[in-house]
T-cell receptor, first 114, second 111 residues
């Protein structure tokens, strides 16, 4: 069964460092998403991406965040200067059609900022 | 985006049927209702989606009344492994891009 893969599974970084989280969505999917989940809290929408550009973003997705699809297969989330409060699980998801279609999530990347 | 309201938590015993109801009073004509399941430290997993009446798959059933202002996820004969958080989402299947998760319902299945 096709799946969304994410790397790294866990990353520990120092505050102020740049982090790049990588995702390989399912190959025939067209819409891509990043979500985050702080421990014990709900899944929060960060950004959606379609046709090589951001479709929507939340208030969490400020200038410290950026997304890119550099080579037609990878979908990356970059945090330029990490803060302690960025510590969370980051989930990538993809879907063939738009929102409310069946989102396929990856296993997540746990980011710990010290 | 239609707001959803679900119970915060529910308890059940193995072998019982569990029904989780979600309210979405301002659902729009084009909106679909989708349920996801999430285990700790894992990404949410799609369970079922519907527009009206009843949808059934190998995992669950989804009941949607005629006014579509609520929906009920039914899990037949739950087991311990069904302990998870269940999310009800409402959104336009085709045109929208933002899929928002609410707080979900934490289901705890006891032996």
């Amino acid at each position: 069964e096709p799946e969304v893969t994410q790397t790294p599974s866990h990353q520990v970084t120092q505050m102020g460092q740049e982090v790049i989280l990588r995702c390989v969505p399912i190959s025939n999917h067209l819409y891509f998403y990043w979500y985050r989940q702080i421990l014990g809290q709900k899944v929060e929408f960060l950004v959606s991406f379609y046709n090589n550009e951001i479709s929507e973003k939340s208030e969490i997705f400020d200038d410290q965040f950026s997304v890119e699809r550099p080579d037609g297969s990878n979908f990356t989330l970059k945090i330029r200067s990490t803060k302690l409060e960025d510590s969370a699980m980051y989930f990538c998801a993809s879907v063939i059609q738009g929102a409310a279609g069946e989102l396929f999530f990856g296993e997540g990347s746990r980011l710990t900022v010290l | 985006l239609a707001k959803t309201t679900q119970p915060i938590s529910m308890d059940s015993y193995e072998g019982q049927e569990v029904n989780i109801t979600c309210s979405h009073n301002n659902i729009a004509t084009n909106d679909y209702i989708t349920w996801y399941q999430q285990f700790p430290s894992q990404g949410p997993r799609f369970i079922i989606q519907g527009y009206k009446t009843k949808v059934t798959n190998e995992v669950a059933s989804l009941f949607i009344p005629a006014d579509r202002k609520s929906s009920t996820l039914s899990l037949p004969r739950v087991s311990l492994s069904d302990t998870a958080v269940y999310y009800c989402l409402v959104g336009d299947r085709g045109g929208g891009f933002k899929t928002i998760f609410g707080a979900g319902t934490r289901l705890f299945v006891k032996a």
